[in-house]
């Protein structure tokens, strides 16, 4: 089948699918990522197709408006104004989007474009499936982790949870009905629902383990957890030689890297972060990231881009902003974590991460004001050998768990029914 697997947003919510579509490419599927234009590399070393979309995500984070996120404190506040930048740039999209599908058998969609692409897929006759790399569906378990928040009971997670899915759909209702529009149909083709609201048996694959987040026993029918779908890494891929040095020179070093978050001083947020380091006498590989921290020193090393599933399993440990993809990497290494979330779902992560046992807190970004409670727990994480038992035991359950299998059963299910449409 020709299988369109779309999604927007940073390196972590691009990363996981150039592994999902690898595997689905290895099974005769033809898989075009559609993303940003500056992951092509990525989807082309993955032998997958590619088409581009509009929109630096980098260059957006740190332009006025993405530095502004980080002056609201809350979570809430936080997905308030990313969801207002959203509405402004996701018409951009659309011409790009549906050009992909139009030349496709199936759409499978991130959570990030969900909304605009099930209004594609219905528009076109397409069938479409989530895959989805955080829980966002509303649930008594848990509140929705893009918010950043603490629990607030049962009641209270799932009104936060839906409140949270009706903001995401009404970011996308003007594209939604541009795209009913441009392609010539009636609004009677659409159901009751609207174009962009989730249908009650629409189905969705979430790409993280069980063993991490179990699927929540109140969620509807369809929505499944299949397991980690990890970012492909070619075979011949191996850590720049500056890096295989430094490591090779002393005892593991302890990662440092906060993703594609940005932050308001780098300079100052990287003193801290070496500071802790040292008061833990501990060696650093510091990665500069989006937010463009940096180390100097004979004990500190300031990279650029390394595979993760290549660097984290040789650290001692990792600190890292949280995120879905970075906790997954760390999980696979099997080695300890000390989260530092910034933004929207590292709460979330970091609290799954001390839940497990393989991490002995989380320290947040906004109260890292000095190096003190940082430098405590890469004590804790690096001397107690506990959270590398735990670390590495976790790590070899999630060996034996295959998360593209039940994507590539269903895609196989749909082209039985289909009969090998574009095969």
């Known amino acids: ?55 630096d995500p980098q260059s957006l ?57 099930r209004a594609i897929a219905d528009g076109l006759g397409l069938p479409s499936r989530g895959v989805y790399l955080q829980p966002i569906s509303p649930t008594r378990e848990f509140p929705p982790p893009v918010t950043g928040t603490r629990s607030c009971g049962a009641v209270g997670n799932q009104l936060a949870g839906q409140a949270v899915n009706l903001a995401l759909e009404a970011v996308f209702a003007g594209a939604a009905r541009h795209v009913q529009r441009e392609l010539g149909v009636p609004r009677r083709r659409f159901p009751a629902r609207g174009p962009h609201r989730e249908p009650p048996d ?17 969620w509807r029918p369809g929505l499944s957890v299949s397991g980690y779908w990890w970012p492909y890494t070619p075979p011949a891929a191996g850590l720049p030689p500056e890096v295989e040095r430094f490591i090779e020179a002393g005892p593991a070093p302890v990662f440092v890297g906060l ?68 906790t997954a990497a760390g999980l696979r290494a099997g080695v300890p974590a000390v989260p530092v979330p910034v933004w929207f779902d590292g709460a979330f992560w970091a609290s799954r991460l001390t839940a497990l046992g393989v991490s002995p807190a989380a320290v947040p970004l906004k109260r890292l004001d000095s190096p003190g409670a940082l430098a405590t727990a890469l004590t804790a994480a690096t001397g107690e050998p506990a959270y590398r038992r735990r670390a590495a035991l976790l790590a070899e359950r999630l060996r034996h768990e295959d998360g593209t299998a039940p994507v590539l059963a269903a895609l196989h299910r749909l082209e039985s029914v289909l009969g090998g449409a574009g095969a």
């Open 1 to 55: 089948m020709r299988v369109a697997l779309i999604t927007a947003g940073s390196r972590g919510d691009v990363a996981p699918f150039t592994g999902l579509g690898h595997g689905l490419a290895r099974a005769g599927h033809r898989v075009t990522l559609v993303t940003h234009a500056s992951f092509e590399g990525p989807a082309r070393e993955a032998g997958l197709g590619f088409h581009g979309l509009p929109l």
């Open 259 to 326: 993703g594609s978050p940005t932050v308001p001083d780098p300079g100052r947020v990287s003193a801290l972060i070496v500071a802790a380091l040292r008061r833990a006498g501990l060696r650093g590989v510091i990665q500069s990231g989006w937010s463009g921290l940096h180390a100097e020193g004979d004990d500190m090393l300031t990279i650029g881009e390394a595979p993760h599933g290549l660097l984290f399993p040789r650290m001692a440990a990792v600190v890292h902003h949280a995120g879905a993809g970075t």
């Open 61 to 117: 984070l740190r332009s006025e408006a993405g530095r502004r996120l980080l002056d609201s404190r809350s979570g809430p506040g936080k997905l308030a104004h990313v969801l207002r930048m959203i509405r402004r740039l996701v018409g951009d999209m659309v011409p790009g989007m549906l050009e992909a599908a139009r030349g496709s058998d199936v759409l499978l969609l991130s959570g990030s474009v969900a909304p605009l692409g």
């Open 202 to 218: 629409w189905p969705v694959h979430h790409g993280f383990s069980p063993l991490v987040v179990a699927r929540p026993p109140d």
